[in-house]
């Protein structure tokens, strides 16, 4: 009867090891993307500078209340 080899399979912390460093760099950093208008950018980075402090200040307390209720309700929810 043969043996059964006694190595096990990588985990996933060990998988990212095997990964080719041009694959990743190339998934991570898209060169060129030259098709965004820089004024679009500017305007969208300035309203989200804002947006959840505009967010909040627009917000009833009560409203927030319900809200993080909800998120807290989220966060501990069982995985189903």
Do not use: H, Y
């Amino acid at each position: 009867m043969p043996k059964r080899s006694s190595k096990k399979p990588p985990g996933a912390d060990q998988t990212g090891a095997f990964v080719p460093p041009a694959t990743v760099q190339a998934a991570e950093s898209p060169s060129g993307d030259t098709t965004k208008d820089p004024a679009a950018v500017a305007l969208g980075r300035k309203g989200g500078l804002k947006g959840g402090k505009a967010r909040a200040a627009s917000l009833s307390k009560k409203r927030r209340v319900e809200i993080a209720k909800g998120a807290a309700k989220a966060r501990w929810k069982e995985p189903s």
